[in-house]
T-cell receptor, first 116, second 112 residues
Framework: EPEVTQTPSHQVTQMGQEVILRCVPI?????FYWYRQILGQKVEFLVSFYNNEISEKSEIFDDQFSVERPDGSNFTLKIRSTKLEDSAMYFC??????????????FGPGTRLTVL | KQEVTQIPAALSVPEGENLVLNCSFT??????LQWFRQDPGKGLTSLLLIQSSQREQTSGRLNASLDKSSGRSTLYIAASQPGDSATYLCAVTPGNTGKLIFGQGTTLQVKP
């Protein structure tokens, strides 16, 4: 069964460093998402992406964050200058469509980001 | 602003018991509601999706109901098994967007 993959599974970085989290969505999916989950808190929406542009972003997704689909398979989340509060599990998700009541999103296993 | 709340936060039951997990949301303008399962160190797996026009969905031992007007959903698990132990998340899709808004989850432990 097709699945969403994410690399790395765990990333440790120093505060102020740039990190890139990578995701490979399901191949025929058109909509891509990033969510994060701070330990002990809810899963929070960050951004949705379609047709090579951001469809929607949350207030969390400020200028320090960016997303890109550099080729036909990868979808990346970049954090330019990490802060301690960016420590979280980051989930990538994809769906075939984004605006239908019948669609579901398929989630990757997550990347645990630890900022020291 | 849409808020999703799940009660209880944790639940421990003996194997074989039927159980109900609760989810409530503050804004009835939703496109659909989904129940996910989250296992430790793993991603989220969609269990059931209920469209806003539907009242319930069933998959195997799972049955989810939706009452949009009251802002409530329940997930019923029949004849629970130790393999059902996980965190169950409820999420709503606000009208005409793909964004999911999650509750904080109910952590279920089914004891053999």
């Amino acid at each position: 069964e097709p699945e969403v993959t994410q690399t790395p599974s765990h990333q440790v970085t120093q505060m102020g460093q740039e990190v890139i989290l990578r995701c490979v969505p399901i191949s025929n999916h058109l909509y891509f998402y990033w969510y994060r989950q701070i330990l002990g808190q809810k899963v929070e929406f960050l951004v949705s992406f379609y047709n090579n542009e951001i469809s929607e972003k949350s207030e969390i997704f400020d200028d320090q964050f960016s997303v890109e689909r550099p080729d036909g398979s990868n979808f990346t989340l970049k954090i330019r200058s990490t802060k301690l509060e960016d420590s979280a599990m980051y989930f990538c998700a994809s769906s075939y469509t984004g605006y239908t009541s019948t669609d579901t999103q398929y989630f990757g296993p997550g990347t645990r980001l630890t900022v020291l | 602003k849409q808020e999703v709340t799940q009660i209880p936060a944790a639940l421990s039951v003996p194997e074989g018991e039927n159980l109900v997990l609760n989810c409530s949301f503050t804004d009835s303008a939703i496109y659909n509601l989904q129940w996910f399962r989250q296992d430790p160190g793993k991603g989220l797996t969609s269990l059931l999706l209920i469209q806003s026009s539907q009242r319930e969905q069933t998959s195997g031992r799972l049955n989810a109901s939706l009452d949009k007007s009251s802002g409530r959903s329940t997930l019923y698990i029949a004849a629970s098994q130790p393999g059902d132990s996980a965190t169950y998340l409820c999420a709503v899709t606000p009208g005409n967007t793909g964004k999911l808004i999650f509750g904080q989850g109910t952590t279920l432990q089914v004891k053999p």
